[in-house]
């Protein structure tokens, strides 16, 4: 079982950034980063396969995050540019633990961490 810690979550002004580091303890394949906020469900927001050859993001993000990965170190990163009142949620890393493109779903991942709080205030 692989174990996922996320870190790098804080609290921002609008316009400002930050960037998401994610810990795997082991080898993984696809990994992605979703995403909750109070009241609403989990939602997709980007993914990457382990070659880093293929990624894609939620519309929402496209554009002002950048996922990115270290297979050397296992880290999986999300940089967030250009942050908004509305990305306020606990950003969760995700993985495959086999080869797999990076699914929009919480199914297509097996291994979960348990989150980091971002919030972006107005």
């Known amino acids: 079982q692989v174990q996922l810690v996320e870190s790098g979550g804080g609290l921002v002004q609008t316009g400002g950034s930050l960037r998401l580091s994610c810990a795997a303890s082991?080898?993984?394949?696809?990994s992605g980063w979703f995403r909750q906020a109070p009241g609403k469900e989990r939602e997709f927001v980007a993914g990457?396969?382990?070659?880093?050859?293929?990624?894609n993001y939620a519309d929402s993000v496209k554009g002002r995050f950048t996922i990115s990965r270290d297979n050397d170190k296992n880290m999986v990163y999300l940089q967030m540019n250009s942050l908004r009142p509305e990305d306020t949620a606990v950003y969760y890393c995700?993985?495959?633990?086999?080869?797999?493109?990076?699914?929009?779903?919480?199914?297509?991942?097996?291994?979960w961490g348990r989150g980091t709080q971002v919030t972006v205030s107005s």
């Open positions: 990457i396969t382990r070659s880093a050859t293929s990624t």
């Open positions: 995700a993985a495959t633990a086999t080869f797999s493109v990076p699914g929009r779903t919480l199914r297509d991942y097996d291994y």
């Open positions: 082991g080898r993984t394949f696809s």
